[in-house]
């Protein structure tokens, strides 16, 4: 009680940013710098004091300013060398941590640089810089929260900082990264192409979206062998879009690396692929050279520490320092001890580049029902087997028809056409040992592993039972659990499964047959239904889709209807969308509807 306790004080902190850096001014510190770093070793420590030189103490309990200080040193990771200079220059990607940091000293004067001030009020997720037009192209498309963020992916872009778009599903991360790479263009000051990598299950997607959203941007789809990728590679400032695989780009880095093509934004989609910073996948991401970064993913990136390190390690390379120091400061203090200082402090480094929203925060402006076509491409044998299997039905059909007339050959198109479909959602449905996997297949578990991580319950239709054999084979393997009910589930086993689906949280996925479940069945407790087949009748497949989507369903129901490109599915969705009123009259079967269709639409579907 007799001896002096003194506290620490931080008179002044001068912040500004010029010549993009960060500079920092803490000339009015009270503590001799030469025993701050002891004092700090001991804060560590969780010491209750320290004994100054001079005999008196620092109480370094409830000590703001030294609270300050640490988040200061170890989050902006400077050295104590760099304290005993008056001013501290460091990248000006800094500046959002340490605004959030000087909230939470109260008594000390902080004089800031307008720069600064421009940089952290641009970058409030809600507000945003006024001064950033919606490019007019897009203004009717985009929903509000979009626009939201559109302004903060361009203010970050304002800045040279990368960043994280972890929108929940179906709220449209895509449209919004379409927008800023079609307002560059449209700004029109130079073009530059910029490069979308992604998943081979969504490279289609991504060009159709860039057809149907945006004002003519010239997209240039990545494909083909070695050669032909190459010769594409070579032509890529002819476009304003690449889009390439994860896995073409693993083998064409070194082409790009050729190149030596700066790209405008270079955007990584479904980033977990980046989630193992050793992986090939990961590595060969990094080596592209971009202007600014963005990764997109829909599930919350908390759940994996170090898959949120490598996903920092390529939007902003160094931001969350060498792995080696963020896993002692943060994942393991996180992991292991649960700590809520290390997490604190980790969150306020991330949160200004990491925007996510979920649907039940912006749930009043979603329509009801989200719709999403997802398109896929044959794999290379795959294609050889649909192409062989078309050439020859379509002869075969022919010369029935001539024979028999088209009125008596409607049971041999409808078998044909069968055989095509099933070719597209997996060739080994009717050929055995068949090796070659499916697109379509990979596509849909992608989707599955994606929803279910983020914490959606899915509904999976398809006309095919013999087709969930080879999907509950790759859901086991991924340790998903799920539910199946076909045409032989008796009736009270059919209520059991669905009153548990709706209950039990872990139960993640329901295989459900078309026929078998179009109807009577209560699920909402699904958010989300995968349509893996396009079935003839687009009744039956809403009839289907209102399983989830129905009263008592609190959550926005998403749907996807995944569509083999240049297929027989391509042929029958575009039927449905041309004959709506027909098939709206028409009986629910789908002999009926080929009843319905003339000679010359039945050929067509064999082009």
């Keep these: 009680k007799a001896r002096e306790i003194k506290q620490p004080k931080i ?56 609270e300050f200080i640490d988040k200061l040193m170890t989050g902006m990771d400077i050295d104590y060398k760099d304290l005993e200079k008056s001013n501290i220059k460091l990248p000006v990607n800094r500046s959002l941590y340490l605004n959030q940091l000087l909230k939470t000293i109260p008594d000390t004067q902080i004089v800031k640089n307008s720069d600064y001030k421009k940089i952290i009020n641009g970058l409030d997720k809600e507000n945003g810089e006024d001064d950033i037009k919606i490019p007019e192209s897009l203004e009717k498309i985009l929903r509000y929260y979009q626009k939201t963020g559109y302004k903060w992916l361009k203010t970050l872009d304002n800045y040279r900082f990368g960043g994280i778009l972890a929108d929940d599903m179906g709220l449209g991360k895509t449209v919004q990264m379409l927008s800023i790479v079609a307002g560059y263009i449209d700004e029109g000051t130079e073009r530059r192409a910029s490069i979308v990598i992604c998943p081979s299950s969504l490279t289609l997607n991504w060009q159709n979206e860039a057809e149907k959203f945006t004002n003519g941007l010239k997209t240039l789809v990545i494909r083909g062998n070695a050669q032909e990728r190459k010769e594409q590679i070579a032509k890529i400032g002819e476009y304003d879009l690449i889009i390439t695989s994860y896995d073409l780009l693993k083998r064409d880095v070194e082409t790009y690396k050729e190149n030596k093509y700066q790209f405008r934004f270079a955007i990584a989609d479904e980033a977990q692929y980046l989630k193992n910073s050793n992986t090939q996948n ?71 580049f990491v925007l996510r929203r979920t649907k039940k925060q912006v749930l009043t402006e979603l329509p009801e029902k989200t719709i999403t076509v997802l398109n896929n491409q044959m794999k290379e044998e795959q ?67 994606d929803a279910t991580e983020a914490g959606h319950k899915i509904l999976l239709f398809s006309g095919y039972t013999s087709m969930f054999e080879l999907i509950e084979k ?102 449905q969308q041309k004959k709506a009123e027909l098939i709206d009259n028409m009986l629910d079967t789908k002999t009926s509807f080929i009843n319905k269709l003339s000679k010359e639409d039945i050929m067509k579907l064999f082009e």
């Excluded at 000339?27 to 001991?42: A, F």
């Excluded at 896993?327 to 480094?349: C, F, G, H, Q, R």
């Excluded at 294609?383 to 039905?393: D, G, P, R, S």
């Excluded at 209520?495 to 209950?503: A, P, T, Y």
């Design 282 to 352: 990961a590595k060969a991401v990094k080596e592209i050279l971009a202007d600014t970064r963005y990764a997109l993913t829909g599930t919350p990136i908390e759940n994996s520490l170090a898959e949120l390190w490598s996903i920092f390690d390529y939007i902003m390379p160094g931001y969350l320092f060498g792995y080696k120091k963020f896993k002692n400061e943060y994942e393991t203090p996180i992991v292991k001890d649960n700590s809520e200082k290390a997490m604190k402090k980790l969150k306020m480094l991330i949160e200004p």
């Design 383 to 449: 294609e050889k087997i649909y192409l062989n299997y078309l050439a020859q039905a379509k002869q075969e059909i022919a010369e029935t028809i001539n024979i028999k007339g088209f009125e008596r050959s409607h049971i041999q198109v409808l078998a044909a056409l069968t055989r095509l479909r099933q070719i597209c959602c997996h060739p080994s449905l009717f050929i055995k040992d068949y090796k070659e996997g499916s697109s379509k297949l990979e596509q849909c578990i992608e989707i599955i592993k």
């Design 474 to 575: 790759e859901l086991n393997a991924n340790d998903i659990t799920y539910f199946k009910l076909t045409g032989s589930t008796k009736v009270d086993e059919r209520i059991k499964l669905v009153d548990e689906f709706n209950e039990n949280k872990d139960v993640k996925v329901f295989l459900i047959s078309l026929k078998a479940g179009g109807t009577g069945l209560n699920l909402t407790g699904a958010d989300m239904v995968i349509h893996y087949d396009p079935w003839w009748n687009a009744s039956a497949e809403n009839q289907a889709t209102d399983r989830a989507y129905r009263i008592g369903q609190k959550n926005n129901v998403q749907v996807y209807k995944l569509i083999t490109k240049n297929s027989i599915e391509e042929k029958i969705y575009e039927l």
């Design 11 to 66: 008179g002044t902190i001068g912040v500004k940013v010029e010549n993009n850096l960060l500079t920092i001014d803490l000339e009015n510190l009270n503590i001799d710098v030469k025993e701050l770093e002891e004092i700090m070793v001991k804060y560590e420590l969780k010491k209750k004091y320290y004994k100054l030189k001079d005999g008196s103490f620092v109480n370094l309990e409830e000590n703001s300013d030294i």
